[in-house]
């Protein structure tokens, strides 16, 4: 148990040291990456523990607000994947943020992350897991807006602050609701009666809900994520596509596991199922049109992410988890390889700008090829495992969930061979694309290390170091959905090759698409500046002038005449008012209680 | 014991006029009110720290000051530590050096009097003496539109100490006595017909003093012109007078009249939460948001005073509320400070000629930014452990099974108000400290040293009571 609780600790105590440390930017690097990699040692020797521990954090009346440590499979699984990420972004971080005059802030704010995602990981108790996802938040914030000076980062940190915060509305909503149903905030310990109404329940897991929308990015908040990928790429791997992301969907698994799956059926789980399928479907037909290596990334792990979700509102929790798991190492090594391919080419993240890197950065390309294959779920990958249990799980309960699956299993890997083919394959776009050069082994070795879970995590080897593991993982059937699997992925990559080898164009042009169905303009327009702006305006103006200017300034000209004839009598100062007005008040009690 | 807390300043003030240097003088007596408080909070049980002397034989006034629960060490302590960054923060203008720092010193007297008094006459009059020199300042030193602002903050706090007045004053006649512990223990006998309107004048009166919704519109112009100083200490100390009044006077000795009002104090405070809430979004300026702000906020300690006069035996209610007093005016006064030092270095507070600050300043950026996320509710500092403690204090006596009621219902709304606070306080700090520099933006220098320990004092404050409640919250068991 002392282990976990350093495991916990240890990232706070490096990030408070690195504010206080004298030479701060030479040192703080190393000193992070150094706690990282003990992070993952305390992670791994923890695989298989169980236990639970806690200190009272806030105690008042008969109320007792507890932070603790819960070791079970799901945790300490969970954290070999944060650390396991969590160093390999820290090294090749190293590189990466070189040359950066912050670079001290910005692995500060790596290990504040890494001790937030722990908590959230290691959370006994529901008010403990909303502490920390607040902090994921603000960690997630400050790394977005890394590079404040730009107008596009700063905002995106704030966007994605904000769309946080409306889930965390829920969030909280939620938490009360249904600490009132159970009686209780602890995971160990909860237990809804059969007393309580089933619609109060389900109000309840729908706000909590809510917090997993904001943080995992469902729709209708899912605007904040592509935003996000203005911060520093490396943070982009970690945090904003292996683990912050994945929080919602762990926190509700952990749910699923602590009220049971059954209290998921009905309504509840529908709607859950469906934001996800819709999200995953939608996320993915705005993938296609991207021409930004990361933001197809970032609308790929969209995508991913709804899968996942809709796993869990199956009540097919096991299956999202262990989908979250395979995804975290494929998806961190694409966002690492983009960042090698961006750090090549000098920042340069438009796909049609690059072309040819597969022949000179060939140890990104092969990597990169390997996450590719994984995430579009060529068989016997680890994506591949891991995504046919999710479509076994949709159709055996809802068969249009299931067909909306298959589609985005067509439409992914027909995003992610455009994005191969127009990046990697043919001749080069640009100056920058043709003089990029390899990376250093800083960079490559992430890449490599990552690449291996990448293509063997779904397989019987890596079962004991997964989260949660459903019964039939890894196992190979060839039945009717592994040949709709195989059609789907032949489907999507040939289509793509067809349509995009040798291009230097994009061919495809699907304005509804490309501009991500309004979603964005529509809130900007409307949420934030009608409806928002102009109604605190409003607010603001009747506030001004009926509460102030009628209710009031009348009571204060009658209390003004008052003061006019006070002001005659006394000095004619406002200092003189002050007392005499003072001096009166005293004098009006004395005599009031006095006779 | 307790006295010194309210002499230390007196005799400053003294020497101060006598001629004594006015800025190290006031330093040094606040310092001395800190390292007393805390001996304070360690050790109030202790019975040297009451003091009594009657002053008056009919009716029996007493000069008696003590520490009848956890509560009033809580905002003794909160006294003192706001006081001490207020004196070190900003500059006397040339020549009034007295007035300024002598007025601050009063106005921290006058707060302690009144959290420390156990006689009702004396716990109305020093917040009574606390406003005068509130004015004055005001009125005198203030910036911008200051004397419409003094007149206006003036008024109406001077009409709500009337209404308060009344109502106090209605209570000790039926109460039979001015010592508050023995009125709490005569209130029973008071007919729920008298206890409805006393806790009517009461909420009013004391209301108007925390701006109630809608007595509000004193309160964002007053902080707006106010010396920083004097806006440190009333947004972050003596406004607290009104709800320490609520939970001291109107909650044990009314409780009946309290409830009744229930629904009225509902409705008025979201009117605080959600409709100052986007008042506060359209301000253009970081004063007038600031001070706009606070009066959002003071919607959640209502919320714990609606909860405790729906259900008078909710456990968490009380502490919740003083530990967010506290956390309020701890955050709310390292706002107001690092506000008036940005406007002495950029000459502006208005957001559309601020920018990109966080590149020549990157403290001020940090402590603003600790203050800003303090101020939303951010875990880990400590404004979160009492707003959580609020809303769970809603839930305390709901029962599921029948369904969800007024309050709970007002909780969820009030809830909101972390997306509006969030809303206002990211907005202010992407105009101020990110983005391009421009223009003078660029030229603004850092926190010096010297500047920077009256901020870090509140943000170790915020900090370590945010890290582990149980600091506070093991005061008020």
């Given at each position: 148990m002392n282990?976990?609780?350093?495991l916990?600790?240890?990232?706070l105590?490096?990030?408070?040291?690195?504010?206080?440390?004298?030479r701060r930017?030479?040192?703080?690097p190393?000193?992070?990456?150094?706690?990282a990699?003990?992070t993952?040692?305390l992670?791994?020797?923890?695989?298989?523990?169980t236990?639970t521990?806690?200190?009272?954090?806030?105690?008042?009346?008969?109320l007792?607000?507890?932070?603790?440590?819960?070791l079970d499979?799901?945790?300490?699984g969970?954290?070999v994947?944060?650390t396991?990420v969590?160093?390999l972004?820290?090294?090749?971080?190293?590189?990466y943020m070189?040359d950066d005059?912050?670079?001290?802030r910005?692995?500060t704010?790596?290990?504040?992350?890494m001790f937030?995602?722990?908590?959230i990981?290691?959370?006994s108790?529901?008010i403990?897991?909303?502490i920390?996802w607040?902090?994921?938040?603000?960690?997630?914030?400050?790394?977005?807006?890394?590079?404040?000076?730009?107008?596009s980062a700063a905002?995106?940190?704030k966007?994605?602050?904000l769309?946080n915060?409306?889930?965390d509305?829920?969030?909280l909503?939620?938490i009360?609701?249904?600490?009132?149903?159970t009686g209780?905030?602890?995971?160990?310990?909860?237990d809804?009666?059969?007393s309580?109404?089933a619609?109060?329940?389900?109000?309840?897991?729908?706000?909590i809900?809510?917090?997993?929308?904001?943080k995992s990015?469902?729709l209708?908040l899912?605007?904040w994520l592509?935003d996000?990928?203005e911060?520093p790429?490396?943070?982009s791997?970690?945090?904003?596509?292996?683990?912050?992301v994945?929080?919602?969907?762990?926190?509700?698994?952990?749910?699923?596991?602590?009220?049971?799956a059954?209290?998921f059926?009905?309504l509840a789980?529908d709607?859950i199922?469906w934001?996800?399928g819709?999200t995953?479907?939608a996320?993915?037909l705005m993938?296609?049109?991207?021409?930004?290596i990361?933001?197809v990334?970032?609308y790929s792990t969209?995508?991913q992410l709804?899968?996942?979700?809709?796993a869990?509102?199956?009540?097919?929790g096991?299956?999202?988890m262990?989908?979250?798991?395979?995804?975290?190492?494929?998806?961190?090594?694409?966002?690492l390889?983009?960042?090698?391919?961006?750090?090549?080419?000098h920042?340069?993240?438009?796909i049609?700008?690059?072309g040819?890197?597969?022949r000179?950065?060939p140890v990104?390309?092969?990597?990169?090829?390997?996450?590719?294959?994984?995430?579009?779920?060529?068989?016997?990958?680890s994506g591949f495992?891991?995504?046919?249990?999710?479509l076994?799980?949709?159709?055996?309960h809802q068969?249009?969930?299931?067909?909306?699956?298959?589609?985005?299993?067509v439409?992914?890997p027909?995003?992610?061979?455009r994005?191969?083919?127009?990046a990697?394959?043919?001749?080069?776009?640009s100056?920058?694309?043709?003089?990029?050069r390899e990376v250093?082994?800083?960079m490559a070795?992430p890449?490599?290390?990552?690449a291996?879970?990448a293509?063997?995590?779904?397989?019987?080897?890596?079962h004991?170091?997964a989260?949660a593991v459903?019964e039939?993982?890894?196992?190979?059937?060839l039945?009717?959905?592994?040949?709709?699997?195989?059609?789907?992925?032949?489907?999507?990559?040939?289509a793509?090759?067809?349509l995009?080898?040798?291009k230097s164009?994009d061919?495809?042009?699907?304005?509804?698409l490309?501009?991500?169905?309004y979603?964005?303009?529509?809130?900007?327009?409307?949420?934030v500046r009608?409806?928002?702006?102009?109604?605190?305006?409003?607010?603001?103006?009747?506030?001004?002038?009926i509460?102030?200017?009628?209710l009031?300034?009348?009571?204060s000209?009658?209390?003004a005449?008052?003061g006019?004839?006070?002001?005659?009598?006394?000095?004619g100062?406002?200092?003189?008012h002050a007392?005499?007005f003072?001096l009166g008040?005293?004098?009006?009690?004395?005599?009031t209680?006095?006779? | 014991?307790?006295?010194?807390?309210?002499?230390?300043?007196l005799?400053?003030l003294?020497?101060i006029l006598?001629g004594a240097?006015?800025?190290?003088?006031?330093?040094?007596?606040?310092?001395?009110?800190?390292?007393l408080a805390?001996?304070a909070?360690?050790?109030?049980?202790h019975?040297a720290?009451?003091f009594?002397l009657?002053v008056l034989?009919?009716p029996?006034i007493?000069l008696?000051?003590g520490?009848?629960?956890?509560?009033?060490?809580v905002?003794?302590?909160?006294?003192?530590?706001v006081t001490?960054?207020?004196v070190?923060?900003g500059?006397?203008p040339?020549g009034?050096?007295s007035?300024?720092y002598?007025?601050t010193l009063?106005?921290?007297?006058?707060?302690?009097?009144?959290f420390?008094a156990t006689?009702?006459?004396?716990?109305?009059?020093f917040?009574?003496?606390?406003?005068i020199?509130?004015?004055?300042?005001?009125?005198?030193?203030?910036?911008g539109?200051?004397?419409?602002?003094?007149?206006?903050?003036?008024?109406?706090l001077?009409?709500?100490?009337?209404?308060?007045?009344?109502?106090?004053v209605?209570?000790?006649?039926l109460?039979?006595?001015l010592d508050?512990t023995?009125?709490?223990?005569?209130?029973?006998h008071?007919?729920?017909g008298s206890?409805?309107s006393?806790?009517?004048l009461?909420?009013?009166?004391?209301?108007?003093?925390?701006s109630?919704?809608?007595?509000h519109?004193?309160?964002?112009p007053?902080y707006?012109?106010?010396p920083?100083?004097?806006?440190?200490?009333h947004?972050?100390?003596?406004?607290k007078?009104?709800?320490?009044?609520?939970l001291r006077?109107?909650?044990p000795m009314?409780?009946?009249?309290?409830q009744?009002?229930l629904?009225?104090l509902?409705?008025?405070l979201?009117?605080?939460i959600?409709?100052?809430?986007w008042?506060t979004?359209?301000?253009?300026?970081?004063?007038?948001?600031?001070?706009?702000s606070?009066v959002?906020h003071?919607?959640?300690l209502?919320l714990?005073?609606a909860v405790l006069?729906?259900?008078?035996a909710?456990?968490?209610?009380?502490p919740?509320?003083v530990?967010l007093?506290?956390?309020?005016?701890?955050?709310?006064a390292?706002?107001?400070?690092?506000?008036?030092?940005?406007?002495?270095t950029?000459?502006?507070?208005?957001l559309d000629?601020?920018?990109?600050?966080?590149?020549?300043a990157?403290?001020?950026?940090l402590?603003?930014g600790?203050g800003?996320?303090a101020?939303i509710?951010l875990p880990?500092?400590?404004?979160?452990a009492g707003?959580?403690l609020?809303f769970?204090?809603?839930?305390?006596?709901?029962?599921?099974?029948?369904g969800?009621g007024p309050l709970?219902?007002?909780c969820?709304?009030?809830?909101?108000?972390?997306?509006?606070?969030a809303?206002y306080?990211?907005?202010?700090l992407?105009?101020?400290f990110?983005g391009?520099?421009?223009?003078?933006t660029?030229r603004v220098?850092?926190?010096?040293?010297a500047?920077r320990?009256?901020?870090l004092?509140?943000?170790a404050?915020l900090?370590?009571v945010?890290?582990?409640p149980n600091l506070i919250?093991?005061?008020?068991?």
């Open positions: 282990q976990a609780w350093i916990l600790f240890l990232p105590a490096v990030a408070a040291a690195s504010l206080l440390l004298p930017t030479a040192l703080v190393w000193l992070a990456t150094a706690s990699a003990a993952l040692v992670s791994l020797h923890l695989v298989g523990s236990g521990a806690s200190f009272d954090w806030a105690s008042v009346g008969g007792h607000l507890r932070v603790g440590i819960l499979r799901l945790s300490t969970m954290m994947v944060v396991g969590g160093v972004v820290h090294v090749f971080s190293l590189a070189r005059a912050a670079k001290a910005y692995f704010c790596l290990q504040l992350f937030s995602m722990t908590g990981v290691l959370a108790d529901f403990m897991t909303f920390f607040e902090l994921v938040g603000l960690s997630s914030y400050l790394l977005i807006g890394h590079w404040f000076e730009k107008t905002d995106a940190a966007k994605a602050f769309c915060r409306v889930g509305f829920g969030f909503t939620g009360l609701l249904l600490w009132s149903i209780t905030l602890a995971f160990s310990s909860m809804v009666p059969t309580v109404s619609s109060l329940v389900t109000a309840s897991l729908l706000c809900f809510c917090g997993a929308i904001g990015a469902q209708p899912h605007v592509p996000a990928m911060g790429t490396p943070v791997a970690l945090i904003h596509a292996a683990t912050m994945a929080a919602g969907v762990y926190m509700l698994f952990r749910l699923q596991l602590s009220l049971g059954e209290v059926g009905g789980g709607v199922a934001t996800g819709l995953a479907l996320a993915a993938a296609v049109q991207q021409d930004d990361k933001r990334l970032a969209l995508s709804g899968y996942m979700v809709m869990v509102g199956l009540a097919a096991e299956a999202g262990f989908h979250l798991f395979t995804h975290a190492w494929f998806k961190a090594l694409l966002f390889g983009a960042g090698a391919v961006i750090h090549a080419c920042h340069e993240q438009d049609w700008k690059l040819g890197l597969m000179r950065m990104t390309g092969a990597t990169f090829l390997a996450g590719c294959a994984a995430l579009i779920a060529v068989p016997f990958t495992f891991s995504k046919e249990l999710i076994d799980a949709a159709r055996g068969p249009v969930l299931f067909w909306i699956a298959v589609a985005v299993a439409l992914t027909f995003y992610m061979t994005l191969v083919i127009v990697f394959f043919g001749g080069s776009r100056d920058a694309a043709s003089h990029a250093g082994p800083l070795v890449l490599l290390v990552l291996v879970p293509l063997i995590a779904g397989n019987r080897i890596a004991g170091f989260p459903p039939r993982a890894g196992e190979f059937h039945n009717s959905l592994f040949w709709i699997s195989v059609a789907a992925l032949v489907a999507g990559s040939g793509a090759i067809l995009y080898r040798g164009r061919p495809l042009s699907i304005p509804l490309r501009e991500r169905f979603i964005d303009r529509f809130y900007d327009r409307f949420i009608h409806l928002q702006d102009s109604a605190a305006a409003i607010v603001h103006f009747l506030d001004e002038w509460i102030n200017g009628l009031v300034d009348g009571c000209r009658a209390a005449s008052f006019g004839l006070l002001r005659r009598m006394q000095s100062h406002l200092q003189g007392f005499a003072g008040v005293l004098l009006v009690i004395y005599f209680v006095f006779f | 014991m307790l006295t010194l807390l309210i002499l230390f300043p005799f400053a003294v020497a006598a240097p006015a800025r190290p003088t006031a330093a040094a007596a606040a310092s001395a009110n800190l390292l805390v001996a909070a360690v050790t109030w049980h019975p720290w009451e009594s009657q034989e009919t029996a007493h008696a000051f520490f009848p629960d956890g509560m009033s060490v905002m003794v302590l909160l006294t003192a530590l001490l960054p207020a070190l923060t500059t006397a040339a009034r050096g007035l300024w002598g007025s009063l106005i921290s007297a006058g707060a302690m009097g009144a420390a006689d009702l006459f004396f716990f109305y009059a917040h009574e003496l606390a406003l020199p509130t004015f004055i300042m005001i009125g005198l030193l203030g910036r539109n200051r004397s419409e602002a003094a007149w206006k903050i003036t008024i109406y001077g009409l709500g100490s009337i209404v308060l007045l009344a109502g106090l209605w209570l000790a006649m109460a039979g006595t508050m023995r009125m709490a223990d005569a209130a029973g008071i007919d729920a206890q409805t006393i806790a009517a009461l909420i009013l009166g004391f209301g108007t003093l925390v109630l919704f809608p007595f519109s004193w309160a964002a007053a707006a012109s106010a920083a100083p004097v806006a440190m200490l947004a972050g100390v003596l406004k007078f009104g709800l320490y009044g609520l006077v109107a909650m009314v409780p009946e009249g309290m009744a009002w629904t009225p509902l409705v008025l979201l009117g605080n959600l409709w100052c809430g008042v979004i359209s301000h253009k300026r970081l004063d007038g948001m600031l001070g706009s606070s959002m003071m919607g959640y209502f714990a005073i006069a729906a259900h008078p909710n456990d968490l209610a009380r919740a509320a530990l007093m506290f956390a309020h005016g701890v955050s709310i390292l706002l107001f400070a690092l506000a008036d030092r940005i406007e002495r950029a000459g502006t507070l208005d000629d601020l920018g990109g600050l966080a590149t020549p990157p403290v001020l950026a402590l603003f600790i800003a996320m101020s509710g880990g500092l400590a404004n979160f707003e959580i609020v769970l204090s809603a839930f305390r006596n709901f029962d599921p099974a029948s969800i709970q219902i007002t969820i709304l009030a809830i909101w108000g972390v997306v509006i606070s809303v306080m990211l907005r202010a992407r105009r101020i990110h391009p520099t421009f223009g003078a660029a220098a850092d926190l010096t040293l500047e320990i009256p901020a004092l509140l943000v404050a900090l370590a945010g890290l582990y919250l093991n005061l008020l068991r």
